[in-house]
Nanobody, 120 residues
Framework: QVQLVESGGGLVQSGGSLRLSCAAS??????????VGWYRQAPGKERELVVT???????NYADSVKDRFTFSRDYGKNMIFLEMNRLKPEDTAVYYC????????????WGKGTQVTVSS
């Protein structure tokens, strides 16, 4: 019903910046999305939260990215963004966007991810 597509990943040197985008398409109207955000998964590790927010609220960041990453949104275009600054090799991972509807019915949508690689 809803498709999420990430873009903007790539290779960057330590201290550099990248801006990720996530575009939603499909049957969005009529679905009340409560939570949106970004997650990441590094090789050999489980997927972890990067930032999440209620649709109309302030974003909540993981401690590891606080003060370096910035979430933004353009709901009119059905898009969310992640500005990543002062990148570190530890930030290397596949980054995923996510949208949830908590309640009945419950929805949980994921993109296929975009690779971010930070060289030392």
């Amino acid at each position: 019903q809803v498709q999420l597509v990430e873009s903007g990943g790539g290779l960057v040197q330590s201290g550099g910046s990248l801006r990720l985008s996530c575009a939603a398409s499909g049957s969005i109207s009529g679905i009340n999305i409560n939570l949106v955000g970004w997650y990441r998964q590094a090789p050999g590790k489980e997927r972890e939260l990067v930032v999440t927010t209620t649709t109309g609220g302030a974003p909540n960041y993981a401690d590891s990215v606080k003060d370096r990453f910035t979430f933004s949104r353009d709901y009119g275009k059905n898009m969310i963004f992640l500005e990543m600054n002062r990148l570190k090799p530890e930030d290397t991972a596949v980054y995923y966007c996510n949208a949830k509807r908590r309640g009945n019915p419950f929805y949980d949508y994921w993109g296929k991810g975009t690779q971010v690689t930070v060289s030392s």
